[in-house]
């Protein structure tokens, strides 16, 4: 997986209408969330949010969940993800997807 692929997807991926066939669960949100920062952060570098803040606990846990994952590897979760769910989707617009992330490489 390449950087370029991470990039188109998640450029896809931000772009994503909200009432479109291509919605990603919130566990799928986390996921990408993790990914994502891991790859452009790496280890988690913040205090673990206050016990009041339900959502940003939840993503301070995803993203330190991967702690030690590589940059490529988190490149590669996070395209391998969306390309399942994509797959999952299975219409014109996510296979213009899946083109697109394949000619980023």
């Known amino acids: 997986m390449s950087k370029a692929q991470f990039e188109k997807a998640a450029q ?4 994503l209408p909200k ?3 291509i919605k990603p669960s919130q ?10 920062k891991q790859a452009n952060v790496g280890d988690v570098n913040t205090a673990r ?7 940003g606990k939840a993503k301070w846990d995803a993203w330190d969940s991967v702690k ?7 490149w590669k979760a996070y395209v391998e993800r969306f390309i399942e769910i994509l797959k999952s989707v ?11 992330i ?3 490489a």
């Open 27 to 36: 566990d799928d949100q986390l996921h990408f969330y993790k990914y994502f």
């Open 12 to 15: 896809i991926i931000q772009s």
């Open 90 to 100: 299975d219409d014109a617009e996510s296979k213009k997807y899946i083109a697109e």
């Open 19 to 21: 009432d479109g066939a």
């Open 49 to 55: 949010p206050g016990l009041l803040d339900f959502t």
């Open 68 to 74: 030690g994952t590589s940059k490529e590897d988190a």
């Open 102 to 104: 394949e000619a980023a």
